[in-house]
């Protein structure tokens, strides 16, 4: 067993943050370290960040994202075009493409993808509400901005069945050349997926 260089208390916030993805045992430590000496101007505000986040967290009952608020922030602004819903895996995906900032639409999130072996099928994930909304018959395009993995494709191929015989289009994003990629440096699947989805110069 390690040699403890500090009380339980301690012990147990970096062993805490460790989980935390993105830091190890190492940043877990560094991090603890820094928030004890800058208790007043870090620790104390993100202690009380954290309590009331856990009190007000939810879970969007129509889009699945997370938020204070539900219906969330997205679906609830008016200035949002309603007509159009962006399918993604998880929240971290919602936010990276408000990040992009290229539509100003809604979403559905997910929740992860199909994947049999791990035991998860269309009932584990937020697929039945999809199909709810898209009833509802507001909707003109879902777009499939799921993961180009093999899951990622086997959900959207699963999602395509499912929204069939509804009057939607079905889109998903291009596969190809990152911008500011050079040829030389992509994979063959990539150059081949870019191949077929070119477009009009
Ligand atoms: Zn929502």
Known sequence: MSKRVAGPEIERLIQLLAKVPGLG?????????????KKDQLMVPLAGAMAEAVDKVRVCSTC???DTIDPCTICTDPRRDSTILIVVEDVSDLWALERAGT????????????????????????IKQLVAR????????????VN????????AHYLTDQLEGFEIKV???????PVGGELDYLDEGTLAAALRSRTAF
């Open 25 to 37: 045992p190492r940043s877990a430590r560094r991090a603890a370290l820094h928030m004890i000496k």
């Open 64 to 66: 699945g994202n997370v």
């Open 103 to 126: 539509m100003n639409v809604r979403y559905h999130v997910l929740g992860g993808t199909l994947s049999p072996l791990d035991g998860i099928g269309p009932d584990q994930l937020n």
């Open 134 to 145: 898209a009833a509802e018959g507001d909707v003109a395009e879902v777009i499939l901005a």
């Open 148 to 155: 180009a993995t093999v899951e990622g494709q086997t959900t």
């Open 171 to 177: 889109t998903r994003l291009a596969h190809g050349v």
